[in-house]
Each structure stands twice: as structure tokens, then as C-alpha cells.
């Protein structure tokens, strides 16, 4: 999306962004992954499910989210009454495209007897198809309450679905898609980054591919990474996953060091989300200014996928929440 940015010139953004929000009674939640300008002025940062928790929840008559689109049309399915504005409608996911609807119904209809266990980054069309939504930070909690004979159809990120199955020792057919951006860690230089920082832990994302997993000390959700950040005893941490949320890590504990895990290149610049990255200040502003771009969803698909979100809302909440997938 285009954004007209000339008749932005000297303005005070973060004032001005401050007083739409007060003016629209709008909240503004960030994922971690954002840019750390965007994450300092946000209501609330969060993992996945806090997000979703969080838009559930408030009482704002807007909401202003800060993330990726599968993000935002969570929000509006959880909260139809609120105006839910993307300051950036092309902030997709690569796990979304990874998984068209039809083809995802087609792979449902070949396997009668599996239900379908369906990582958040995901279209609304794929969560109205799927039984039960997870996030990285609820899926060992909702699994486990799933019975062992129950066949379960696991999707789009078969690296999270790989990690499971190997930890749970349960078989589950897994739809071929990856994130991008995890997809991108290269196991070579992380073993040169771990020589050169010899009993530096490494923290690792479970959407990384299994070459990186089998060198992390600690695997999780962004929350649980974060947790893992302020409590591990060394001075330098590797973290595997997406480098704006080591901005969180310095502000907590200034004292220490975080590093970003390499890409192939050796540098970790290619480990930026490129979807995450497209939101701004200046396009926050226009979009609290302009109440747009906005989500829309049809009423029929928003209650059908309504129904996978709920599931995962009520069986994240039967026992922790967030850092279920901290031991490994
Ligand atoms: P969590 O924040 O739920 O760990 O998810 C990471 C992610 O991929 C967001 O796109
Ligand atoms: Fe999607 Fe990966 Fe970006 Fe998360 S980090 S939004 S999974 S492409």
C-alpha cells in the first residue's frame, strides 16, 4: 500500500498519534516483532494469544494493530463491534500464503477422521476450516489436552508442527508451510556465533527449522523467549527468532547482551520480517487519523472461525499460558 507521507512533514508523530488515540478511544497493540518506535508508544506488546486475549477483552472503541493482517482480522473476529484498523493492509505472513483455503478443505476432506489443529498464522477462511486454533505459547497446553488416539491434521507451519510431534511422540500430518523468516537461519554461522561465545545459551523460535531447534538450550514463544531473557544467569544470549524483539531484552536488562542468530550471509538483517516491517509511525497515524485501512469480514465466515479461536481461548486458559514450550 502507497502512503502519501509529504503532508506528514513536521509533524509531531508521536504527539499526534497520542492525541487520536485519546480522541478515537482506541488502544494500540504491538506485536514484538515490530519496529521498537512503534512498540514504546503501544498499549500493550505481546506474543500471539496476549494480542488476541487483549482484543478480546478491551473496552477501546478502536483498535490499532500493530502486526501482520492475520493479526488484525483475529482482532475483529473476537471484537466484530470495534473498528479494527492495519496501518498497513499488505502485512501478510508467509504461513497465510502457504495455505490457500480450497486446497486446505481438499487436504481436510482426503483425511475424515483427523481434526485440524491450526496455528494461528493462518487465513479466516483456514481458522472458519479448522477445530481448534493454537499459538506457539498455547499449543503443548491445548495438545495435551487432545486424547493420544485422536489423528490430528497439523497446519501451516510444519516446522511448529515437526517440534510437537517429536516432543509429544505423536504422529501428526503436517502441511508443508514455513515462516520466511525463521526459514532463513543458517545452522553453520550459528555454530560459529556459539564458538565465539562459548556457554552463551540460544533461545530459539519453534516456527526455526529443526537444524536450529537441535542447538537451543531454550525453545518458545516470543513471551517465553522473553521470559527465558530476563531469568537465564549468563551475560549473552543467542536469540533465533525475530531480532526486533531483542529491543524488549535491552530495555529489561541493559546490562546484558542479545544477539540476533545469523542468516546464511552471516548477518542477521534477512531475519527482519519484511510483512511486520511495512507498518510505520506515519502510516499508524494515517490510519488513526483516517480510521482506515479497516477490517472487514463477512458476518457467516467471522462466526464460523469464531468457533476454532474460541476453543483455543478457553483451553489455553486450562491450565498456564504463556511459556508452555520453555523446556525442551
Ligand atoms: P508468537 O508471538 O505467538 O510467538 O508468534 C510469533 C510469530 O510468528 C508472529 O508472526
Ligand atoms: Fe509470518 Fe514469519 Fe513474519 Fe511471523 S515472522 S508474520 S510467521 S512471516
Known sequence: MTVQTANLTGLDLRAEIDRLRKERNAVILAHYYQKPEIQDLAD??????????????????????????????????????????????????????????????AFREAHPDHIALTYINCSTEVKALSDIIVTSSSAETILNQIPRDQKIIFGPDRHLGGYLSRKFDRPMLLWPGVCIVHEAFSETELLKLKAQHPGAPVAAHPECPPAIIDHADMVGSTSAILDFAKTFEGDTLIVATEPHIIHQMERALPNKTFIGAPGADGNCNCNICPYMALNTLEKLYLALRDLQPRIEIEEGLRLAAKKSLDRMLEMASATVGKGDLGAR
Do not use: N, Y
Request: glycine share 4%; proline share 6%; hydrophobic share 45%.
Open 44 to 105: 500493550f506488546v505481546g506474543d500471539s494469544l496476549e494480542l488476541s486475549r487483549k482484543a478480546a477483552a478491551t473496552d477501546a472503541d478502536v483498535i490499532a494493530f500493530c502486526g501482520v493482517k492475520f493479526m488484525a482480522d483475529t482482532a475483529k473476529i473476537l471484537s466484530p463491534q470495534k473498528i479494527v484498523v492495519l496501518p498497513d493492509l499488505d502485512a501478510g505472513c508467509s504461513l497465510e500464503d502457504s495455505c490457500p483455503p480450497e486446497k486446505f478443505k
